[in-house]
């Protein structure tokens, strides 16, 4: 049974892979973040030495927007430089790393989904670092690390602790007594629940496929405006969403207008996620299902 190093299980996307991992038959370990923080190189070792892992899952990273454009150095820390110390020890363990990126690497200027092969040219602090971080990884480790880029991730009862949230949590608390509520319109995604993203990640860990970038993000795509308005209706909430275009413009961050992703390499694997809309049903029966 292949054992997996996971950090980050408290997570939206960790603690869907950490409640998958037992029906793909693999075993799971994990720290809390006080003994294993994975910009601590010396913990990162301690840890990978004790439990000897087959594969290290990484799935923390700085990724709260406005504070990686104030705190650039930190998202480069956290983002690029922990991540290539992380993947360099997997390499000197034999371990095979496994990291999260994002769709923000891309600048939407193609204007339809975007391929694994499209050139990075991130528009903001975040993206930038992830794409760093996507080459730092590529650079310590490549025949060994997977790059599994996603797209407006949401899970998890809570979401995010350090987002306060996710999307989908926080747009029905704040239609909460509203008539309508403006949302954006200009920018397209492909919304991908952790669940769905979790247990794609395992899928394609058990595949053998050969390591490298690859997209996993719930298929079709909308705009922020189309999610909200297809989570009100199951959520049975009667508030109207007006659509705006705020020109990919959100305070001082700027974001791709169509950051959307196409899971090209997983498919040709048969690794085929569910819909958008599907992968809201999905988290909506998770949060109304009794808690284990
Ligand atoms: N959220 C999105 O919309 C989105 C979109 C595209 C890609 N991604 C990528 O997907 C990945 C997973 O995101 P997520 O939404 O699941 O994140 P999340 O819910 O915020 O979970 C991150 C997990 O990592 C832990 N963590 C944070 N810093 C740590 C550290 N230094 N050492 C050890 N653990 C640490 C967190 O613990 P605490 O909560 O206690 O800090 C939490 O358990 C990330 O790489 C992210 O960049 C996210």
């Given at each position: 049974m292949k054992k997996i190093l996971l950090i980050?299980?408290?997570g939206q996307l960790g603690s869907a892979i950490l409640s998958d991992t037992p029906s793909f038959g693999l075993e799971v370990v994990y720290f809390p973040k006080a003994e294993l923080?994975?910009?601590n190189n010396i913990q990162v070792e301690e840890k990978i030495k004790a439990t000897g892992p087959d594969i290290l899952i990484n799935t923390s990273a700085y990724h709260l927007l406005p504070e990686c454009e104030e705190h650039p150095e930190k998202a480069m820390e956290v983002n690029v430089a922990a991540v290539y110390r992380m993947a360099k020890l997997c390499k000197q363990y034999g371990v095979t790393f496994v990291n999260y990126s994002t769709?923000?690497?891309?600048?939407?200027?193609?204007?339809s989904l975007n391929a694994e092969i499209d050139p990075v040219h991130p528009l903001q602090i975040y993206g930038i670092s992830k794409a760093a971080g996507e080459f730092a990884v590529m650079d310590a480790h490549k025949e060994g690390s997977f790059i599994i880029r996603t797209s407006g991730l949401y899970g998890g009862r809570t979401g995010s602790r350090s987002k306060g949230g996710n999307f989908v949590l926080n747009i029905i608390k704040e239609a909460q007594g509203k008539d309508t509520l403006e949302v954006a319109s200009e920018q397209i995604v492909n919304p991908t629940y952790a669940g769905h993203l979790g247990a794609a990640s395992l899928r394609l860990l058990s595949s053998g496929a050969a390591p490298g970038i690859y997209h996993l993000a719930n298929e079709g795509y909308c705009s922020w405006a189309e999610f909200a308005t297809e989570a009100f209706r199951l959520a049975g909430k009667r508030t109207r969403v007006i659509p705006v275009d705020?020109?990919?413009?959100?305070g001082i961050i700027t974001r791709p207008k169509f950051s959307a992703l196409e899971n090209i390499k997983a498919k040709k694997l048969g690794i085929k996620l569910p819909s958008w809309q599907e992968g809201l049903v999905s988290y909506f029966n998770f949060l109304n299902s009794p808690t284990k």
């Open positions: 980050g299980a408290t923080d994975a910009a769709d923000y690497v891309f600048d939407g200027e193609k204007g705020r020109g990919g413009k959100n």
